[in-house]
């Protein structure tokens, strides 16, 4: 990879068509924002004359957190929006929101909303730089972005290693994200969960279903364990907790029975005692808090690569 | 034509020699000295005064680091090439110590400003010095000077100073100008 290589695309809006060399370019400078947010001071002033707006149509903790403070360790200006403390609880529409915040002069977007392509429908109208905070059920392409650094970061190269997602694939940004990205990065990518979860298409996008949990785990490095997003649900997709914990629930007792461990992911927030029990989540074997603290990182280098591309307004 | 030789591969000895002497008359006793270089081209300076301050001057182990500057430079976002990043590795403690930094070549002094913001983030010296090996004393674009010194160079703009190194020995130093610049 070119050292002083730059991003192709304006904006970040799904990894589906990302080419590799930018996944891999944003990976190598999260490597270096890793080492800035370890500093004693963990700000840099790379975005001093920046403002970012944190558009979040659909409620998040985490990413709107981790995004926050990427944007401050950047020393970019933040304003943030939520829907429920905003006009869009009045009746605004999606465009005159957004049009009243560019009039603000906005530099860079970040935009979390519950219908998938909002992100695309922005990036067409407005100058400023688009980054998908998740979309629906669409894409989440910086959550796939750090997964694939804290992979990276725990088992080397990801070159022909094998990843397994786990759960509700049906309804997660993560997932397509994850497997748009992994592919890229030349990963063999398996799902695995109860059969009304895996979408009946998935294996076009050249990914394995595995219908035993074991038999995922005891094929794969890493096992990307999502949550069960009772939120997405409008009826039953599996008969009760009690039967998905049974059957796609990690536990120790399943690990112990394995050949080699697969390193555990999980996006959070967890639903401890359904996807992953909490001697697991707290176990070596997860990487859950390496993720937060990579998302920083990977977010720092998201917003940096994409802002190198503009100059200044009314700088010549 | 050929590059100009602005030191040749004694010369180079000679200065470098020089610069560590000088360096260690005010730093001696070196119990609270940091040498930090600056990535990239600082680093191999930075090398070759810590070995040769280690072997001639007793001086103990140099504490020392190397430092990236790229997020503190003030031309992000105003320049056609894209800004490449060199790994930090500053695994000293630099609070209330006094800091030299070491660069290969000064010439706007732009460099310096943004090694002093950045070497802010690990704490704050009691006193920084600047130590070049070439000063380009035209065109400086901010009030930063070095207090120590290799050889002072009297370059154009567009002319580029070049130093060549063969593993941890400097070799030469050349003035080239585009004119006669070898292909590249």
Redesign the interface.
């Known amino acids: 990879m070119p ?4 991003l192709q695309s304006r904006h970040l809006l799904g990894l589906q068509h990302v080419p590799a060399e930018d996944i891999q370019l944003i990976l190598h ?1 999260a490597g ?1 924002f890793k ?2 947010i370890n ?8 975005l001093r ?1 920046l403002t970012v707006a944190n558009l979040f149509f659909e409620n998040s903790t985490r990413t709107r957190l981790s995004f926050e403070l990427a944007e401050k360790r ?1 020393s970019a200006d933040v304003v943030n929006f939520s829907a429920s403390t905003s006009s869009v609880k009045k009746g605004e529409t999606l465009n005159d929101t957004v049009s009243n915040i560019l009039a603000m002069k906005v530099d860079l977007v970040v935009i979390r909303h519950s219908e998938a392509g909002v992100a695309h429908f922005l990036a067409d109208r407005v100058p400023a730089h688009i980054v998908n905070a998740g979309d629906g059920t669409h894409e989440h392409p910086t959550q796939a972005l750090l997964d694939a650094f804290t992979m990276q970061e725990r088992i080397g190269s990801l070159e022909g290693k094998k990843v397994v997602i786990v759960g509700d694939i049906l309804h997660s940004r993560v997932a397509l994200s994850n497997i748009f990205g992994l592919q890229k990065l030349g990963v063999h990518v398996a799902v695995s969960g109860p059969s009304t979860l895996i979408p009946r298409a998935i294996s076009e996008l050249g990914v394995e279903v595995i219908d035993h949990l074991d038999d995922a785990l005891e094929w794969a490095d890493v096992a990307n364990v999502l949550r069960v997003q009772h939120e997405r649900m409008d009826r039953a997709f599996f008969p009760s907790i009690r039967e998905y914990h049974k059957r796609y629930g990690i536990t120790m007792e399943r690990l112990n029975r394995l050949k080699q461990v697969p390193l555990i992911l999980h996006p959070g927030p967890i639903n401890r005692g359904v996807e992953l029990t909490s001697e697991v989540a707290d176990s070596p074997y997860a990487a859950i808090l390496n993720q937060v603290e990579n998302g920083v990182a990977v977010r720092m280098a998201v917003l ?1 690569l994409l ?2 591309q ?3 307004q009314n ?1 010549v | 034509m050929a590059p100009k030789t602005l030191l040749n591969q004694r010369e180079c000895a000679v200065t470098i020699s020089r610069l560590c002497h000088q360096i260690n008359e005010v730093h001696v006793p070196w119990d609270r000295t940091v040498l930090v270089g600056l990535q990239p081209r600082g680093a191999k300076l930075l090398r070759a005064l810590v070995a040769q301050l280690e072997a001639e001057f007793a001086t103990g182990p140099v504490a020392n680091g190397l430092l ?1 500057i ?3 430079r003030d031309d ?3 320049r056609e ?5 060199s ?2 590795e ?1 695994n000293v403690l630099i609070e209330g110590k006094r800091v030299i930094i070491i660069d290969d070549v000064l010439y706007t002094g732009r460099s310096v400003r943004a090694a002093l ?2 070497l ?4 704050r010296p009691e006193r920084v010095e600047l130590c070049v090996l070439i000063d380009r004393r035209f065109s400086r674009e901010l009030p930063i000077q070095p207090d120590y010194s290799g050889r002072r160079v009297d370059a154009l703009n567009h002319e580029r100073v070049r130093l060549n190194w063969n593993g941890p020995t400097l070799e030469s130093v050349l003035l080239e100008s585009p004119d006669y610049a070898p292909e590249r």
Not at chain 1, 3 to 6: C, D, G, P, V, W
Not at chain 2, 120 to 123: A, H, L, R, V
């Open positions: 050292q002083n290589a730059k400078w270096h080492e800035v500093r004693p001071i963990k700000r840099v002033p790379s004359d950047l940096y802002a190198s503009s100059a200044p700088v | 990236d790229t997020f503190h992000f976002r105003r090439e894209p800004l490449t990043a790994p930090t500053m913001d950045a802010g983030d690990f704490g």
